[in-house]
């Protein structure tokens, strides 16, 4: 394979036929045969009773995930970063997004492949968008990309007025696929379909109104619901989950600029702060590259590896580009919450497939770092919060723990994120 390429592929699961394969980073298609010897070694060994998971070669690392024993997914990748975490969760979102854009019912119940081939060509722009590098995090925490707006509590009031006059509890304001502000009940939905529902958004090509069906993964992946979005500037929307009422035309023209016209000004500021995910006044440590704080507790994320303004950017900063910072803060997330930082959901179990490297430890640990020749990370879990900074190299490495902890706090008293 070539360099930092990744290839996904799907297929029936009953007789392997590819339904679909997309790809990053190579001007190559796998050959027919590749296919088949990837798929045919999965149902070898199924038939022998053996689970393969994965595998790695030299300098590539294969992932096989079989969802409802209909829908056979498989990736190969041959990125540096790549992990059988972060693949996994590449695959996970995967299948999401198809259920999200085409029901579980066809997926499971497959009746007409080439109709389903066919059906599943409205899936890809959103499956693209999870194999390329962008400003968000969700893919692989499963927490929902945020934005702490100046004028949140404004834009709150003026949400909860729109989606109760558009019949519907379900609303919210995205910037980028990153949500602003939404309603009480947008935030009961499983965290990743909120997740989902972003990165739907973002990945759609800019309409000033949208009228789309959605299934959601957990809460309803047989029946559709209708998902109206309206363009309020470009790069901001307003969304609302609702039934077969009202009408599109009737939201559009009765209520959009009814409620939104006064607030143009927060909506506008909105921009502002989406790279950066929250105001230029937060103070922070200018040795921070790059910043992922999750609220675990309501599975919300800020994350940016723009953490300064860009005039405040030196030249030192430029050598160590965007992309390498999104490329190193993902890696040590997932080295960190894989190995020394698991997080355990209500029912006593981790959250992440751990590795085993804490067995005969009578401890946990709460706090990890990495040292490189470009870079250092951080990362200290609290009751509610998981917090990882992406520092420069030339932050001294006895510092980060109070530069950690003082971030911690600012966003925690400061915003009460």
Known sequence: MEESSVFLLCLTASSGVPLYCRSKGSTRQLTFSVIGSLNGVHMFASNQGVLLTSTCTENTRVVWRAFHDSINLIVMSSESSASDFSLNRLLENVFSAMV?????????????????KKDLRACYRLIDSFLMENEKMGDLTQ???????????????????????????????????KVVVATEKWWRLAPQEVMLLG????????HSSRDYPVYLPQGSPTVPHRLLTFQLVPGVDVCVLCGPNPSLQKVETELVERFWKPVLDPIKSCLRVQLRSFPASVPLHHGILGILLINRDLSKSLY?????????????????????????????????????????RSDGKNAFPCETFQAGFTHTAHQCYTVSSSHKCYGMKSELHLLFLLFKQEVPTFSMRAIANKTMQVFIKDFTF
Request: charged share 20%; proline share 3%.
């Open 100 to 116: 999200l854009v085409i029901g579980l019912e066809d997926l499971v119940n497959i009746k007409n492949v080439e109709r389903l």
């Open 143 to 177: 927490c929902v990309d945020c934005i702490i707006a100046q004028d949140g509590a404004i834009l709150q009031e003026c949400l909860d007025s729109f989606t109760q006059a558009a019949e519907s509890n379900f609303g919210c304001l995205m910037a980028g696929g």
């Open 199 to 206: 990165w739907l958004v973002a990945s759609l090509a800019p």
């Open 304 to 344: 940016t590896v723009q953490a300064h303004p860009v005039q405040d950017m030196q030249k030192s900063d430029v050598k160590f580009s965007l992309e390498q910072r999104r490329s190193a803060l993902r890696s040590f997330y997932t080295l960190a919450i894989s190995r020394y930082l698991p997080t355990e």
